[in-house]
């Protein structure tokens, strides 16, 4: 390959390349190198630290430098969304007998959020379980060392143990739903969807939960409703989620759920006047597990997962949902929907 082919093939790289002498010298910084990281002038054979600004990166060098390159070496470069590289030092002989060193910067930023993601996610479903199950087993435990005689402690305790099991059960439906939607494996089956008779279902089933609160629960459809094309068990599960939410997090006053024309696109709104979202947790509030306070959802039977559940569905149609809340005043989540007239 010609010298100029290479040069503009290691320019392009999205890695990092360094070269080094076997003296420590710098020979060379490819143009990615340079972008990343705190660069002072030219290579031309300079010290290494008379080039580089940043002192992570001359301590990540050494060290590989001293373990001849057998142990690939991780950075993270603060203040610009913490970017983490992977370095790899590759010792390099020319056929002259000359010895460089080559550093390789690879961008493993995206990997390891990725990683952190699933990490955490485990981390949460093993929490979320053990908590019901440790509950469960104490109650019965407790039953079996003799609790069993006093009638109305039985009750008690296995009220409590189902009660427990009904959140087990909830949680590992919604994982499952979770899991399916993320791999493709609960393919949406469009049709002509009559939103208004589905949201009037929907209300209709929640129409004793809100009398027990008190809460009165309307339904507003504007006049002029453009046709989607939407999956209706999805959308069904949508509307559910957030009007279940909307009651639960609401301790008097009115639930409302509006259907009407937004821009030739179908917009649904979920009104409620309840407790509200602190600003500071709304761009966190569709992540799985990401509850205000974790208690009082548990108490009201929360997963945790609804809201993410309820995003994948409206993105798979193509849709956007947002919130907007005022804490002590009310909620509104809303979605749209495109028509396809
Ligand atoms: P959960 O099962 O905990 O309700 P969700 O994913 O459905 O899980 O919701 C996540 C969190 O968002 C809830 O724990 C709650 O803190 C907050 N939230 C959702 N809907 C509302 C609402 N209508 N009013 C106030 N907070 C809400």
């Known amino acids: 390959m010609k010298t100029g082919l290479l040069e503009a093939v290691v320019n392009e790289l999205q890695i990092g390349v360094l070269v080094i002498s076997d003296k420590k010298k710098l020979l060379y910084a490819n143009p990615f190198f340079e972008k990343t990281f705190s660069v002072e002038g030219k290579p031309d054979g300079k010290n290494l630290s008379d080039v580089i600004k940043d002192k992570a990166v001359i301590e990540v060098i050494e060290k590989m430098l001293s373990s001849k390159g057998k142990q690939p070496q991780e950075i993270t470069i603060q203040g610009r969304g913490s970017q983490i590289l992977e370095a790899r030092l590759v010792p390099f002989a020319s056929d002259s007998g000359s010895r460089v060193l080559i550093c390789f910067f690879h961008d493993v930023t995206e990997e390891k959020r990725v990683e952190a993601i699933k990490r955490d996610f485990v981390a949460n479903v093993s929490h979320e379980l053990r908590t019901p199950l440790a509950s469960i087993k104490g109650y019965a435990e407790t039953l079996l060392d003799g609790a069993l005689e006093d009638k109305a402690t039985l009750k008690n305790f296995l009220t409590i143990i189902d009660r427990h099991a009904n959140r087990m059960t909830a949680l590992i439906e919604?994982?499952?739903?979770?899991?399916?939607?993320?791999?493709?494996?609960?393919?949406?089956?469009?049709?002509?969807?009559?939103?208004?008779?589905?949201?009037?279902?929907?209300?209709?089933?929640?129409?004793?939960?809100?009398k027990d609160k008190d809460i009165e629960l309307i339904m507003n459809i504007g006049r002029e409703i453009p046709k989607i094309m939407a999956d209706k068990d999805r959308l069904e599960q949508v509307i559910v989620n957030l009007v279940d939410n909307a009651i639960k997090?609401?301790?008097?006053?009115?639930?409302?759920?509006?259907?009407?024309?937004?821009?030739?696109?179908?917009?649904?709104?979920?009104?409620?006047?309840?407790?509200?979202?602190?600003?500071?947790?709304?761009?966190?509030?569709?992540?799985?597990?990401?509850?205000?306070?974790?208690?009082?959802?548990?108490?009201?039977?929360?997963?945790?997962?609804?809201?993410?559940?309820?995003?994948?569905?409206?993105?798979?149609?193509n849709g956007k949902i947002w919130v907007k809340s005022q804490p002590g005043k009310g909620t509104t989540f809303s979605f749209t929907i495109p028509s396809f007239s």
């Open 249 to 317: 997090y609401t301790n008097k006053g009115t639930v409302r759920v509006l259907a009407e024309k937004s821009d030739d696109m179908l917009q649904v709104n979920v009104e409620d006047t309840g407790i509200g979202i602190p600003e500071k947790d709304i761009p966190r509030i569709f992540e799985r597990f990401y509850r205000v306070d974790k208690g009082r959802s548990r108490e009201l039977g929360g997963t945790g997962l609804g809201l993410a559940i309820v995003k994948h569905i409206i993105q798979g149609h």
């Open 174 to 210: 919604d994982l499952l739903t979770l899991s399916m939607l993320e791999s493709h494996q609960m393919p949406m089956s469009f049709e002509s969807l009559d939103i208004k008779g589905l949201i009037n279902s929907v209300i209709q089933g929640f129409e004793k939960q809100a």
